[in-house]
């Protein structure tokens, strides 16, 4: 059969195979750069963790070492004042009524 200039080809309808590949591949990139968004994003937020967790392990030693020593400080104290005390007591008049 035989195509004149009088008949035309019956025209297809939709979207020509052209602009379903490109707009396929509009897509892909958008998934694409949409995943490597959410990667990146995932590695900042697990990043932040670690750094928020060294920190707070940093924080931990510190307070730790600091109540070691404010401990200490209460036995010295305590020691102290019990060195005081019974000096007093040894000093107090016995068998002294009002």
Known sequence: MKVTCDEE????????NFSLSIGGLIGI???LGSGIATY???QNDIAALKRGEVYQER??????A???SVR????ETMKEFNEKLDRV???WPHGRRR
């Open 89 to 91: 007591i040894e000093q």
């Open 9 to 16: 080809k019956p025209r297809r309808k939709g979207p020509s």
């Open 72 to 75: 200490l400080e209460q036995r």
């Open 40 to 42: 990146s994003s995932v």
């Open 29 to 31: 990139a958008g998934l």
């Open 66 to 68: 600091e109540i070691k």
């Open 59 to 64: 924080t931990n030693d510190r307070l730790t």
